[in-house]
Nanobody
Framework: QVQLVESGGGLVQAGDSLRLSCAAS????????MGWFRQIPGKEREDVAA????????YYADSVKGRFTISRDNAKNTVHLQTNNLKPEDTAVYYC??????????????WGQGTQVTVSS
């Protein structure tokens, strides 16, 4: 089991920045990839960014490329999402997730409780 706790959300104005953090604990040795997702009530969950737990893989959704940066600190079992130049459409609950590599592919099996990001115009 892996436990994930997000932090760093808040209410900001358009153009501001926030640094979201996700602290992992438990069986972190099984983690293959970490990802950030977001969801607006009534809409489908959207992937935002992902990073391999070891290695050089990084992914960004087109909507956040050039504004968001994902990074990891393996020594602290933490993943960060630096969000810059925030826009009102970035408003959502942001979730951190940990994935294992299964026979079927990368499976996000563990999720945090979410942190609210609200961007006012």
């Amino acid at each position: 089991q892996v436990q994930l706790v997000e932090s760093g959300g808040g209410l900001v104005q358009a153009g501001d920045s926030l640094r979201l953090s996700c602290a992992a604990s438990g069986h972190t040795g099984s983690i293959y990839r970490m990802g950030w997702f977001r969801q607006i009530p009534g809409k489908e969950r959207e992937d935002v960014a992902a990073i391999s737990w070891r290695g050089a893989f990084i992914y960004y959704a087109d909507s956040v490329k050039g504004r968001f940066t994902i990074s990891r600190d393996n020594a602290k079992n933490t993943v960060h999402l630096q969000t810059n130049n925030l826009k009102p459409e970035d408003t959502a609950v942001y979730y951190c997730a940990a994935a294992n590599l299964r026979g079927t592919g990368v499976e996000y099996e563990y999720w945090g409780q979410g942190t609210q990001v609200t961007v006012s115009s």
